[in-house]
């Protein structure tokens, strides 16, 4: 297994980093009893003001560890704790408003309109009664997420963009703590991939946000932050600048890839590497250790 520590903390004369909102500590989790862990001691820490992207080889744990954090799923060992309070000191309903989660499978089995999910997302976060008439969505709110042309119109019948558009919306308009997105930017073209990052990046002033991805140059782009994942572990977290220069990047992808600065941006080109993940991973790890 591959084992690389966290990046070394900045200098004394930086400003100290907030209290985590939500924190994991050694998560692990098996499918069954028995199993292989499909998690292995996972650490990570979410503050308000990151933007932080979840990167990393299909099946290296992305999903699980979103679900672990959400709580869909409970953890077979290690400590989860919201705003320094363990997960299992909170009343489900109260640590429901405080994480609000995008499953990477958000279609809906009803035709619900976008004012029903905004709705159901006004209602989860209390602050209204299901007994209260429902209420338009806020002026705020329709502007930031250019809702105007969606509202009334069923959510199924939507083009990607805009149902990622009232997802998002309804997943932050209860002002949760934290945002936890799996791939959000799925079967999105160019320019709404684009629009979506940058509400994240918005986002960011009022929540933690976590967002599992897979296009590294958007994660360049926007990201504070990144969490690179193999294994069911987390190999490696650092601000993005520093992990996608890594070579430990292209040992856990298994492709060599091509760095370029333009304009103070990082863009990776990636190409096949010719050498095994594994042995390639290890020599890092070894490397930094």
């Avoid at 994991?24 to 028995?34: E, K, S, V, Y």
């Avoid at 799996?182 to 991939?193: G, T």
């Avoid at 991805?213 to 520093?242: C, E, F, K, S």
């Amino acid at each position: 297994m591959i084992r690389v520590d966290l990046v070394a903390s900045p200098g004394a004369g930086a400003a100290q980093q907030p209290p985590a909102v939500l924190s994991a500590q050694g998560l692990t989790f098996r499918h069954h009893a028995r199993s292989a862990a499909a998690l292995d001691g996972v650490t990570v820490a979410l503050h308000t003001g990151e933007l932080v992207a979840l990167v990393g080889p299909n099946g290296a744990g992305k999903s699980t560890l979103l679900k672990l954090l959400a709580g869909v799923l409970v953890p077979s060992a290690g400590e989860l704790a919201l705003r320094g309070r363990p997960f299992e000191a909170w009343p489900a309903a109260e640590r429901a408003r405080g994480i609000s989660y995008l499953p990477q499978d958000s279609r809906l089995l009803w035709d619900y309109t976008s004012d029903d999910l905004l709705e159901f997302g006004a209602l989860r976060g209390g602050h209204r009664g299901w007994w209260q008439p429902p209420l338009a969505p806020s002026p705020e709110l329709v502007r930031d997420f250019d809702l105007a042309p969606l509202l009334g119109r069923v959510v199924n019948r939507l083009s990607g963009g805009e149902r990622a558009r009232v997802l998002l919306a309804a997943a932050v308009v209860g002002a949760p703590a934290v945002l936890l997105a799996d791939e959000p930017l799925a079967a999105l073209d160019v320019n709404h991939q684009l629009a979506l990052m940058q509400r994240l990046r918005t986002l960011r002033a009022r929540c933690a946000v976590l967002v599992a991805m897979h296009d590294l140059n958007l994660a360049a782009r926007h990201a504070d932050r990144l969490l690179l994942m193999q294994h069911g572990r987390v190999v490696m977290d650092g601000p993005a600048t520093q992990v996608l220069a890594s070579p430990l990047l292209d040992a856990v992808f298994g492709v060599r890839f091509e760095r370029r600065t333009h304009r103070g941006a990082l863009t990776l080109h990636a190409e096949p590497a010719g050498y095994g993940t594994s042995s390639a991973a290890q020599a890092c790890a070894s490397q930094s250790a």
